[in-house]
């Protein structure tokens, strides 16, 4: 087993040993930064490293050079020392120059919670497409850390107007990260090229579209698999699934709907997987629903909402209807009592399969809610039409009439686009 905190090789017999770093900087309290180093500790552990220590510092700024300020890093440096550690992690996001700085006084590797989470999703990634989007993260994060040593490095020239020190390792390195980089978003392009289609094969399927996010380890595939079978990975650890799945679901109304599993979200979640993973996030903005599934025995779960929220808000999915499933209630009382305190939210437990048949009349309800009642009058000779009405579309009431029927339906925008020569009266 290997892991990219420090590159070196690690076996049952030896793991990493890591000192967490917190900062509490105006505009947050000690007991926030307590909970996201609670995290961080997860996080080290998901990578494959043991925290043997942590320590806590007060600021009124981050030093510009150590983050820390050099009389803490001393004190770091001790510490790690004195506790045999490895790795010094820090749980706020360090500049280049921060980074090296650190290094050289630690004596050791200083890297950020950024590293960490990108050290997970580079273990578990498993498709092409999950593997190049975690590696154009990693590289989009690597290349103002690329670290030369000058003309030391330099490579000579030869030929008439070639001769000089030429260019650095430096430059040539970067460059190559660069050109890397080029052809992933280029793969990455063709891979959306490939989804957009396939979006566009379904809408014509008429089939509505649900997205499960939340929190990393929220329960999400779990409930997919109470769902619909899917035999998707779920264990008890974060980000163990990266790779997003879509399965069909039968609603109770007979309507046949379309799950997609996502990613999970975290506090504090590199930009740099945002901006890698926005094509497989585009489903979330273009979803009819969004399943926010929460941990109710999760100790700061409004803050874990929050945290979803935002990214949401960033990748443009903020405005898209949605439905709170509290997971976990077979873990904590308080799942319950989360689930009252938000209007329309359903309490469940994915594992033991305890209120999922709330959750499938709720997915329904809500989807139904963004449909809209129009009267139709159909001719009795186009009974090709009043059967794809009654397929597509939820018919509330029914008149037969001489001529024709005439039916009060609710469609979607595409049905009722569909079915306009036939329209009465819109609701």
């Known amino acids: 087993m290997t892991t990219a905190l420090t590159g070196t090789l690690i076996t049952r017999e030896f793991r990493e040993r890591i000192v967490l770093v917190g900062v509490v900087l105006p505009g947050t309290d000690l007991e926030t930064v307590e909970a996201n180093l609670d995290e961080l500790a997860e996080l080290v ?145 063709e891979v959306d090229r490939t989804r957009q289609l396939q979006r566009r094969s379904r809408s014509r399927g008429r089939h509505r579209e649900l997205a499960l996010v939340g929190y990393t380890n929220a329960g999400k595939s779990t409930l997919l698999n109470r769902l619909t ?88 999915a903020g405005a898209v209807p949605e439905l709170l499933v509290v997971n976990k209630a077979d873990r904590s009382d308080e799942a319950a009592r989360l689930a009252k305190a938000h209007e329309g939210a359903v309490c469940i437990s994915a594992r033991t399969g305890e209120g999922t048949d709330a959750l499938l009349r709720a997915m329904g309800e809500r989807l139904r809610s963004t449909d809209r009642m129009v009267e139709l009058s159909i001719p009795w000779a186009r009974g090709d039409v ?4 009654h397929r597509e579309g939820e018919v509330v009431e029914q008149e037969d009439g001489d001529d024709a029927a005439l039916l009060h339906v609710v469609l979607d925008e595409a049905g009722r686009a569909r079915f306009s020569e036939f329209v009465v009266r819109s609701a």
């Open 229 to 316: 079978d899917a035999g998707v990975p779920a264990e008890n650890r974060l980000f163990v699934t990266l790779d997003p799945r879509t399965r069909q679901l039968a609603l109770p109304g007979g309507e046949t709907v379309l799950v997609t599993d996502t990613v999970g979200f975290i506090r504090k979640l590199p930009h740099e997987l945002v901006e890698a993973f926005r094509s497989t996030l585009d489903s979330v903005r273009l979803t009819d629903l969004v399943v926010h599934v929460v941990d109710g025995s999760a100790a700061d779960p409004e803050g874990q909402m929050a945290a979803v929220h935002q990214v949401l808000e960033e990748i443009g």
């Open 45 to 189: 552990d998901t990578a494959g490293a043991d925290v043997v220590a942590r320590t806590v510092q007060r600021r009124t700024s981050p030093d510009p050079a150590t983050f820390v300020g050099r009389g803490k890093a001393h004190e770091l440096a001790a510490l790690a020392e004195a506790e045999d550690a490895d790795t010094v992690v820090f749980d706020d996001e360090l500049s280049p120059a921060q980074q090296r700085n650190l290094e050289r006084l630690l004596g050791r590797t200083a890297i950020d919670r950024t590293a960490v989470i990108l050290d997970i999703f580079a273990q578990n990634a498993r498709s092409p497409e999950g593997k190049a989007q975690v590696e154009l993260a990693l590289l989009r994060y690597r290349l103002p850390r690329l670290r030369g040593r000058g003309r030391e490095l330099s490579q000579q020239a030869g030929g008439i107007g070639t001769r000089g020190p030429g260019e650095t390792q430096l430059e040539v390195d970067r460059r190559r990260l660069v050109r890397r980089m080029q052809r992933l978003e280029a793969d990455l392009r």
């Open 386 to 389: 009043l059967a794809a009405v």
